[in-house]
């Protein structure tokens, strides 16, 4: 017992592995959240975008829907989301691409969190619901 070899390993072992568990745990979903709203805001981007963009209003509905089908194929699979995104147009001005009209697209997405397994099978995770917007103004010359 006089010899102290090994004791900082028992004492690294012991104190700080069941200390920095749930600080890697917390990091984790700080991250997989930060990697969701910052896809969700690119999605209201790049929608917004195309939606001004359109042609006309005949192509506005095929124009999202490509873009969502994209970044879903793109971007949130492999991040590994499989919940697809919604999204909704609120218009400033009624036809919607009036000149100079604010057309303001919001992204949003239900995330189920993991099931626990194994004894902490009973711990239920909530949904966290997402969203992101994103404001862009039809341009004057339409």
């Known amino acids: 017992m006089r010899d102290s070899t090994g004791s900082a390993v028992v004492e690294f072992v012991a104190l700080a592995l ?5 600080i890697i745990i917390y990091l984790g979903i700080v991250h997989e959240n930060s990697t969701i709203n910052s896809d969700l805001h690119n999605l209201a981007r790049q929608s917004a975008r ?12 095929a124009r999202l829907q490509s873009i969502v ?15 697809v995104p919604l ?10 691409l009036t000149p100079d009209s604010r057309v303001r697209v919001t ?3 239900t995330r189920m969190r ?7 099978r009973f711990i ?4 966290v619901l997402f969203s992101a917007s994103d404001v862009q103004i039809v341009d004057a010359w339409r």
């Open 18 to 22: 069941p200390l920095m568990l749930p």
């Open 50 to 61: 195309a939606f001004i963009t359109s042609p006309s209003e005949s192509y506005e509905d």
């Open 69 to 83: 089908s994209l970044f879903e194929r793109k971007v949130l699979q492999p991040d590994g989301i499989s919940e």
């Open 87 to 96: 999204l909704s147009v609120e218009c400033s001005a009624s036809p919607c």
């Open 107 to 109: 992204a949003s997405l």
């Open 114 to 120: 993991n099931r626990f397994s194994g004894i902490f």
């Open 124 to 127: 239920t995770a909530p949904k």
